[in-house]
């Protein structure tokens, strides 16, 4: 149950968090001790707010699902107040939608903007670039650019979608393993921060996933929340197989899967096309080389600095290893896939993209799997929940990266 301690603990903590963030503290000029003293305090009942989450999935106790949305809300509501806590992206979104209204933002680039003011939150590296998503993010920044160009709008509507998702993973995983599991996503401070404080749209990715495995009985429905998926962010192709392999009639699954991808892929594709520049964007961005430092690809890359030295370029010689490790663990997921269960190989194939193929790691990529974690059984949700939230603090606490492109 949703109490009302609880809930003033969780907009406590939301408040304290948001109002500490990196671009809130800087565009109203707070004291750093003060944003310190707020962060900690929101950070520290954010600790406590996971600790009374999984004291209830471990008791299996639970709530309303009217209490379940009620947290989400309540406990979004802060960031809708702030700007970003940790990263500008959704300035990149803003501009993309700008972009959207002038043409196809996959022919134009943010540079298109000119003096915008929006362009100066922007990550320069991003504005000779077009669109590096999907056609159905394409289709959605169409959208909200015949509705409204304004920037505080769009960042409300970006908050809101994002809001949006959260829900959408709460209903899915209430239906299936009940609230008290669901509140690990709805009421996650990782999540909260990075959807609605930063407003990312990869949970949309994660609930994609999500329905694509919930329906996975019925193939042509998983099928078509998986290609969504790919129509987003193109990342979950790699889970085709996996999907396939899950029934006895593997090769027909395969078929219907791919097909359906494909053609959902082409048919959003077709209105922007313009050629191979269409995949420009994503091709130059996966060129970029942003790594933590405690990751294996960080490693490869200096092993290779001082066995080879600069030439031929080490980074590459690091993605390959890299790669080569990431299909033997996505291979070791399908051959043991009835063991690890379809949402464990699902979660475990992800999470080894981000840590040993993906070139250009984010805290917010974690949100790719993060909502099938509930689906694993026993204590192994409880368990992992624990692991990727440490990772992500991990991932905050230590920005470095190895960058460069």
């Known amino acids: ?19 500490s963030g990196q671009f809130s503290t800087e565009a109203w000029l707070t004291p750093v001790m003060t944003a310190s003293i707020m962060g900690a305090f929101g950070y520290a009942l954010a600790g406590f707010l996971v600790w009374y989450v999984l004291r209830r999935y471990r008791s299996g106790a639970e709530l309303p699902l009217r209490h379940l949305i009620l947290g989400s809300v309540l406990f979004s ?3 809708f107040l702030a700007l970003p806590v940790f990263a500008g992206d959704v300035f990149a979104y803003i501009a993309s939608v700008k972009v959207a209204a002038l043409g196809n933002p996959y022919a134009h680039t943010l540079a298109t903007l000119g003096n915008d003011p929006i362009l100066q939150q922007v990550y320069p590296g991003w504005h000779t670039l077009p669109l590096t998503y999907g056609p159905l993010w394409a ?39 009940g609230t008290g599991r669901a509140a690990l996503i709805a009421w996650n401070p990782v999540v909260l921060i990075e959807v609605v404080g930063d407003a990312h749209h990869d949970l949309l990715i994660g609930l994609a996933i999500l329905v694509a495995i919930v329906l996975a009985a019925r193939p042509l429905r998983s099928a078509w929340a998986l290609a969504a998926g790919v129509a987003l962010k193109y990342v979950p192709i790699i889970l085709i197989p996996l999907f396939a392999l899950a029934h006895p009639r593997a090769q027909r699954r395969f078929l219907i899967y791919a097909s359906i991808t494909a053609g959902i892929f082409v048919a959003l594709t077709a209105p922007f096309w313009v050629g191979p520049q269409t995949f420009s964007g994503v091709v130059a961005q996966s060129q970029m080389f942003a790594i933590p430092v405690f990751f294996p690809q960080f490693i490869l890359l200096n092993l290779s ?10 980074e590459l010689i690091a993605r390959l290893i890299g790669i080569v490790l990431f299909v033997l663990v996505a291979l070791g997921a399908l051959v043991y896939r009835k063991r690890l269960t379809l949402p464990g190989a699902a979660a475990l194939t992800i999470a080894a993209y981000i840590v040993f193929a993906a070139s250009n790691v984010q805290t917010w990529y974690l949100l790719w799997f993060l909502p099938v974690l509930p689906l694993l059984p026993g204590s192994h949700a409880r368990r992992w929940m624990i692991v990727t939230m440490i990772l992500w603090g991990t991932l905050i606490a230590i920005p470095f990266r190895l960058w460069y492109a």
């Not at 009302?4 to 907009?11: E, F, R, S």
């Not at 920037?151 to 209903?171: E, M, P």
């Open 1 to 19: 149950m949703l109490t009302p301690g609880i809930a003033i603990l969780g907009m406590l903590a939301m408040g304290g968090i948001a109002f």
């Open 77 to 79: 509501a802060p960031f």
């Open 139 to 177: 289709v959605l920044l169409k959208v909200l650019s015949s509705i409204t160009r304004d920037t505080v709008l769009l960042l409300t509507s970006f908050r809101l979608l994002g809001l949006a998702s959260i829900i959408g993973c709460g209903f899915v995983l209430q239906r299936v393993v």
């Open 305 to 314: 600095y001082l066995t080879i030295g600069a030439h031929p370029a080490p």
